[in-house]
């Protein structure tokens, strides 16, 4: 990234902190911790005074954070090793129990929804409302048709797109009622509102180091002491049997030197402040209007998912990545095809309108400048989107190409 270029795509990755990067440097020792040798325990030192860090931080025991190579994995572990062990009555036997369903929120990052399809269980997607978030009453009706055979429920704290609030608490009550875990992905959430794992009452939940300006290639995932949960893939039995595979000690100390500061965060509100004036453009703008839903604690801090009526999203990204401005749109791309976003697709939105977001999201080192340039750079990006959009659909119609 140049000097020039101005980021604000914190959502889907932070620039790395000063603190994280001396950390790693600093935990530069060249043993393997399960090693009994010196260097190794001086790695396995290194491991668990991070573990015991990143625990304190997260609100939770050392012995429930489990170190992975990222917030996908440990998605994946967690939905597929609940519903594994779920499969069986808990009591040590091999006596299989009757437990197909698979509870996830429509508006799932995709590395919970593809794996609890991987699971083979018969997922089941929780509706959601204009506003993003997951219809409780379709919950509670599931629990009490399905509850004793519904292996976990899945339920993110912040949609990685919209920035919707879910309301996680009130899944987990209603869970506990029908005794089925509960996972939640809170990648989004950890940095930006305070989170504390034993309170909240989860089963499990995931963390991922590079959304807090830790290095790429480091996650958590926190599980309870009494949660079941059956390893995904086989291996030398690391982090209690879960995760097999040497954990990385230089990651674990550069994601623990960083997750402290920002596990309860201050900076909530100079986030908000900063997007005060995209927030008026966006209030004048006929063009624009907000996907996030914006009332009073309905979306975390620092992200807004913006509808451009008349323009592609990709376009935007373009159009606004020339002028030095790195923002994304509310689409995943598969095999670098961009697809219309199944969030915004749950949320009732038609094709169209679905590829015409675009996500600005701050963090630790945006400044106001950073908004002000993007404000005074919006409009013009938008008129040549839309002029760029009519030429499209006008070739389309008259068969020049496809859409």
Not at 30 to 35: D, E, H, I, Q, V
Not at 373 to 401: F, M, S, Y
Request: charged fraction near 15%; charge should be negative; include cysteine.
């Amino acid at each position: 990234m140049s000097a020039s270029d101005i980021y604000l795509d914190y959502a889907a990755g932070a620039p790395l902190r000063a603190a994280a990067r001396d950390a790693y440097l600093a935990a530069d020792v060249p043993g393997n911790p399960s090693a009994v040798h010196r260097p190794g325990r001086r790695a396995r030192e290194t491991v668990e005074a991070a573990r015991e860090r990143i625990a304190l931080a997260l609100g939770a025991q050392p012995a429930e954070v489990l170190l992975t190579g990222g917030g996908t994995e440990a998605d994946g572990i967690a939905v597929q090793g609940l519903y594994r062990a779920r499969q069986f009555d808990g009591t040590g036997g091999d006596d299989a129990v009757a437990r197909p369903f698979v509870l996830v929120s429509a508006v799932e990052h995709h590395a919970v929804l593809e794996n609890a399809r991987l699971t083979g269980g018969q997922v089941v997607q929780i509706p959601v409302g204009p506003d993003g978030v997951a219809d409780l009453d379709f919950v509670a009706a599931h629990l009490a048709a399905h509850g004793g055979q519904t292996a976990l429920i899945s339920l993110m704290a912040a949609n990685n797109e919209t920035g919707a609030i879910q309301p996680v608490h009130q899944v987990i009550e209603l869970a506990r009622g029908a005794g089925v875990p509960v996972h939640c992905d809170a990648v989004q959430w950890v940095g930006k509102a305070p989170f504390r794992f034993a309170e909240w009452g989860l089963a499990a939940a995931t963390v991922s180091s590079h959304k807090l300006g830790g290095p790429v290639g480091v996650g958590v995932l926190v599980v309870g002491r009494r949660t079941g949960l059956r390893p995904v893939i086989g291996g030398g039995g690391q982090e209690r049997g879960v995760r097999s595979g040497t954990v990385d000690a230089r990651g674990a100390a550069g994601l623990a030197a960083v997750v402290g500061p920002v596990a309860v965060p201050d900076g909530a509100g100079r986030l908000e402040a900063m997007l005060a004036p995209l927030d008026a453009l966006v209030a004048a703008h006929p063009s624009l209007s907000y996907n996030t839903p914006m009332a009073d604690g309905a979306h975390v801090a620092g992200l807004r998912n913006l509808a451009v009526a008349g323009a592609r999203g990709e376009a935007l990204v373009y159009l606004l990545d020339q002028a030095g401005l790195a923002v994304s749109t509310g689409s995943a791309c598969t095999a670098g095809l961009p697809q219309p976003s199944h969030v915004l697709l749950a949320m009732g939105q038609t094709e169209e309108q679905a590829r015409s977001a675009i996500r600005v999201s701050l963090g630790h080192a945006s400044v106001p400048s950073d908004v002000t340039a993007l404000v005074e750079a919006l409009p013009a990006a938008i008129e040549a989107a839309q002029r760029a959009e009519t030429v499209r659909t006008e070739r389309a119609a008259g068969g020049w190409g496809q859409p």
